[in-house]
């Protein structure tokens, strides 16, 4: 998985949580297979929150050769911990701050989904992916960040 970001957000004891980030192809999913505290335990606190995705192929057959956007949300017990550790296939790719729901300035939002979008527009670029291809990536970021992230089409 790639430009894996995210948000949490703690209101009360509740904490939220938003995971999100981009599949290598058309054959790759990824779910939440545990989390802690949650299905996950640990002898010893470790400190911080996790989440756990599995990211698996989904068999042989057509591949498209675009990366896919895919998110997901978990709702973790917890008002001990400051950081969620985000994890993908047992390797850890991203850490979170938590923020309170009523602190006064949140800008995680939209931090988090304006890193991301930055993200994929620069592995579109690093990556030669085509311009199509790159483009309809970019039509989706638009939508979900309000954000203009076109990638340049390259000069012949």
């Known amino acids: 998985m790639?430009?894996?970001?995210?948000f949490a957000i703690?209101?009360?004891?509740q904490l939220s949580v938003t995971v999100f980030g981009s599949l290598s192809n058309g054959n790759s999913?990824?779910?939440i297979i545990g989390s802690y505290p949650g299905s996950v335990e640990h002898i010893v606190d470790?400190?911080?929150a996790e989440i756990w995705i599995e990211e698996t192929s989904k068999g042989a057959g057509?591949?498209?050769m675009a990366i896919l956007p895919w998110g997901a949300k978990v709702e973790l017990d917890d008002d001990r911990?400051?950081?969620v550790l985000v994890r993908v296939n047992g390797k850890v790719v991203k850490v979170i701050e938590i923020a309170n729901a009523d602190d006064k300035k949140r800008g995680g939002i939209e931090d988090a989904m304006n890193d991301y979008a930055d993200s994929v527009s620069d592995f579109i670029r690093?990556?030669?992916?085509?311009w199509e291809a790159g483009r309809k990536v970019a039509d989706k970021l638009d939508d979900s960040t309000g954000r203009k992230n076109r990638p340049t089409k390259p000069v012949q």
């Open 2 to 6: 790639y430009n894996v970001n995210g």
């Open 29 to 31: 999913a990824a779910r």
């Open 126 to 130: 690093e990556h030669n992916i085509g």
């Open 81 to 83: 911990h400051d950081k």
């Open 46 to 48: 470790p400190g911080y």
């Open 10 to 13: 703690r209101t009360d004891k």
């Open 62 to 64: 057509e591949v498209t």
